[in-house]
């Protein structure tokens, strides 16, 4: 099974990778490196720079994949309530072009990494799936509107999705495997210890 992550040179990108390769998938990744690190990329995955929002390089990243894994966002909440058209652009736009351009290719599987932002404040605890979605943030908006995306996708196209909804991804790789930079706060305390 050939799968393709978006953002695979990410935090959580660059984790599903490792794991996606130690278990013998085919395994391609489209990053555009705004937010990743090459360096984290697992070698025996197919590495491809460039943007989903760019319909040609997807298309070529796209070829003879089952299942694309979509993790590829702007990701700040604080920076989406100051700059929502980077947020639209990216999220939104990006993640629209990369619906159609899998239908076109005849791909109806995708895992969409999503946020608890979409919750809100929260009315009951402990949060579940039946919560209502009442994001307090443009970023939180943003993976509610690529849900409800899905679901119409799914109606009208066949297409097959699940949704991660992530609070706080953290951990560290203690395989030794990644190189990921020290951004990450798992890394500087581990780095620290």
């Not at 992550?5 to 085919?26: P, Q, R």
């Not at 929260?122 to 993976?143: S, W």
Request: proline fraction near 3%; charge should be neutral; include cysteine.
């Amino acid at each position: 099974m050939k799968i393709l992550v978006t953002g695979g040179a990410g935090y959580i990108g660059s984790h599903v990778v490792l794991k996606l390769c130690d278990l013998g998938y085919e395994v391609r990744v489209l990053d555009n490196l705004s937010l990743g690190d090459k360096r984290s990329v697992d070698s025996r995955a197919k590495f491809v720079e460039g943007s989903i929002s760019d319909k040609n390089i997807l298309s070529q990243a796209l070829d003879c994949v089952n299942v694309v894994i979509h993790l590829a966002a702007f990701k700040s909440a604080s920076e989406s309530m100051i700059n929502p058209e980077k947020y639209s652009k990216n999220n939104i736009l990006g993640t629209q072009i990369l619906l159609d351009t899998m239908i076109e290719h005849e791909i109806k599987n995708i895992i969409f990494s999503s946020t608890a932002a979409v919750y809100g404040n929260p009315q009951y605890l402990p949060i579940d799936e039946n919560h209502p979605k009442e994001p307090l943030n443009y970023y939180g908006f943003t993976k509610l509107h690529i849900e409800k995306t899905l679901e119409w996708y799914k109606d009208l196209l066949g297409l097959n999705y699940v949704v991660l909804r992530y609070f706080n991804a953290a951990g560290y790789d203690l395989s030794g495997k990644l190189n990921i930079p020290e951004k990450n706060t798992a890394n500087l305390i581990q780095k620290i210890m």
